[in-house]
């Protein structure tokens, strides 16, 4: 590892230049701004970093492909990234304008700088310097760094269906999001899938008064009410029939690792923006990750101004996110729902904004204790260890589709205000993410 | 009753001439303009019709107040309309300008013709006409025509209540609104009341992510669902503890009336925007004007924008209205839905934005009795009778804080379109109800 240390080091200034330049390069998913030329700049860095690079059209913007294929009696670990990023706006909040990489206060601040670019290239760079210093990989590497996942990565798993065989690996590695907010390192098993469901009530063709038509118009406000009273108890447990059928119980593992989670409730209280959390750590980290929800993400009837106006809405209309955990089925839940609003509420419409499957990996793979061990040396800390993340990510592309474990570890700081203004990374984990990925190919090798 | 109508056709161009010139001064209580100009107006018109008019002053806009007191030895009748109109927004919708009074197919098209200018002037004028033809009032009249009706009327009941033994009447007669639907004569014996109640929800101090924070955020939405769902059960009847405390058993005579009413289900269908009527006319009648009601005006919280958009919100509002029958309190409900949220969800803010208390007088006072004869003598078709307006008008202020029977008998066609552009009275209904005060007058003094 020292080695590793010193090459990174002499080669810092080189390294923070390229990050410079890839953050300098647009490439925004939203509405195409400098994707091709984003990813023609992340195929070069392959090129350079001693993978064979291919950009490979997708239905969307393209993805950038690169693998470097040593021995196939060794592993192979397929490392997944994204070079698109956010829009940048609010444009004002910026302190230094988003695409122009400024450093401030240890913090290089700049649009996708944690999200995703600055963590994806700790890979790349990572081959380089042990290129530099072994002369070789000590295992094969892949790479597919998308162009779509701030737009919801829609071409992700069909560009991964189609090419199982050119991805096969024996584990998929993601450097995404935050570390853990206590400033440990993180290493996550899984993600909570999802699915949108929007609720459409409608009651007579237009708003009618409520005095002249009252007790006499239907109003599609109370038909939402009551259809939400029969799929969840007050206690917040979901009782839609089948729903909780294919939730697996939690391993005495996954318990453990809860316990061992890192919990400050006072912090988490001011990051939720309550004054008190009522839960201890193992129940929090619980209801977090291994946890389905049934939330109300909006509804929306009638009149919302200020004062009074007395009508019967003509409309109402709820949108609900469910996050789901392993192994429970968007689709299987979904026609769940559409069941339950057939016998509940027959006359409401019901439609899906789109869905992910949930994901978990265990970590009792060898390869993914190998992965813990190789984050501990890097980090010289113990990484802790999460069954899921509470959010989700088209994780099940790789352990439902590709059939491969996966685990997610980040390397940008919790604060990295990824998706808002003045996005920002920690200087410091630049280099430390990639001694991270030298560590962890080191570790897998063995 | 034949000199009268006489006396009105000869008059006829002279008391249109009369109503185009109060048409053409605007009186928009909104934003006060032409008030003055207006009370002016009606003052002068008062005087003509031989009442001894007063402009008094209000915390808002000044009601006009005029009498002629024969002889106190016979009935004194209390005549309430209002000078003020609603604004005449969208103005681009209004095929002729909304104060150039214009007549095309019998309708004679501007704002505030139905609503309520050429309802009460023609009590003014049946004055002129019983003068001229009788030398004299068959028996006293006072005259309240307030300009802030269209805002609510928020100074009228201090005015009555300060003024209680100027106003002393044996009946308060009202013409406003529309006619019933089949186009018969209507006598409307009361009024439901009305409270309009603002529940707000809060949970965190911001949107959550509904990943991020699912099972963790506070969610208000929810907590407003299981509210509501505390208030009103399936059926539509109502559970919070002593809301039907005051309300009035139906009584034989009511039940008669609701019988009598006319009732085409495919016409209120078409009224309403429905496919169907469920209910028959007794219950149509009942549910509309016997029946109070608990009804989501509004409930808003979250994302209402098109596809997804994943958070916890941090606010949930609801805007509800109860309207409110004889001899249900607003006050005292108002009460009861506080004690109601303080039990089942403590956190939720409640306040009121208004309320007025509901109105009834028995048919079977004499003064309303000759009032129901002397519509059928003016219309020459019996009035139909309806214990109650599904509406909410300022009735009390008569029957509660006065203390004297009320009755309303509106003089317009229904398809009036007060307060929208458009706004039309039918040319033959104007002599019509002229004729239909002389005729209340001649049969009341008897």
Redesign the interface.
Same mark, same amino acid.
């Given at each position: 590892m020292r080695a590793y240390v010193e090459d990174i080091q002499q080669h810092e200034q080189k390294y923070f230049e390229k990050l410079f330049a890839l953050l300098r390069q647009e490439s925004i998913s939203a509405d195409g701004t400098g994707i091709r030329e984003c990813a023609e700049l992340v195929a070069d860095y392959m090129r350079k970093a001693g993978l064979q690079p291919e950009i490979i059209e997708t239905n969307g913007h393209p993805v950038v492909y690169g693998e470097r294929m040593i021995d196939e009696a060794l592993p192979t670990i397929l490392f997944y990234g994204h070079y698109d990023v956010q829009p940048p706006d609010p444009l004002d909040e910026w302190v230094s304008p988003p695409f122009e990489p400024s450093i401030r206060d240890g913090k290089l601040f700049a649009r996708g700088v944690g999200d995703n670019k600055g963590q994806f290239l700790c890979h790349l760079l990572a081959f380089e310097t042990m290129l530099r210093v072994d002369g070789e990989l000590p295992c094969n590497v892949k790479m597919v760094v998308e162009g779509e996942e701030e737009s919801g990565s829609p071409n992700l798993e069909p560009f991964v269906a189609t090419h199982k065989e050119k991805l096969a690996a024996d584990l998929v590695y993601t450097s995404d999001g935050p570390m853990h907010s206590s400033g440990a390192p993180f290493v996550l098993l899984g993600v909570?899938g999802?699915l949108?469901v929007?609720f459409t009530a409608r &009651?007579?063709? $237009?708003d =009618? +008064?409520? &005095? =002249?038509?009252? =007790?006499?118009?239907?109003?599609p406000? $109370?038909d939402l009410?009551?259809l939400? =009273?029969t799929m969840?108890d007050?206690s917040?447990r979901v009782t839609i029939e089948g729903f909780y059928d294919d939730v697996l119980p939690v391993t005495e593992i996954e318990r453990n690792q809860l316990r061992a989670l890192p919990y400050d409730a006072e912090e !988490?209280a001011e #990051? !939720?923006?309550?004054e008190e %959390?009522r839960?201890d750590g193992e129940e929090?980290y619980e209801?977090?990750t291994l946890?389905p #929800?049934c939330? %109300?993400?909006?509804?929306? @009837?009638?009149?919302?101004g200020p004062? @009074?106006? #007395?009508?019967?809405?003509?409309e109402?209309?709820l949108?609900m996110?469910f996050?789901l955990v392993a192994n429970q089925d968007p689709v299987k839940i979904f026609e769940a729902i559409c069941a339950h609003v057939k016998k509940h509420a027959p006359l409401v419409d019901v439609r899906h +904004? &789109?869905y992910m499957y949930p994901s978990r990996t265990s970590s009792e793979y060898p390869l993914v204790q190998a992965v813990i061990g190789a984050v501990e040396t890097a980090y010289r800390q113990p990484p802790v260890l999460q069954p899921s993340?509470? &959010?989700?990510l088209p994780d099940a592309v790789w352990t439902k589709t590709l059939g491969t474990p996966s685990v997610i570890v980040p390397y940008a700081n919790s604060d990295e205000a990824n998706h808002s203004p003045n996005e920002n990374m920690n200087v410091d984990l630049f280099p430390k993410g990639i001694l991270c990925t030298c560590s962890v190919l080191a570790k897998i090798a063995k």
């Open positions: 909570r999802m949108y929007e &009651g007579a063709k $237009w =009618n +008064h409520s &005095g =002249n038509k009252g =007790n006499i118009a239907p109003n406000a $109370w009410v009551y939400l =009273n969840r007050e917040g !988490v #990051t !939720v923006g309550v %959390i839960f929090y209801r977090l946890e #929800t939330n %109300i993400a909006g509804f929306h @009837s009638g009149y919302g004062g @009074s106006k #007395t009508i019967i809405p003509k109402a209309m949108k996110d996050r +904004h &789109g993340l509470g &959010g989700s």
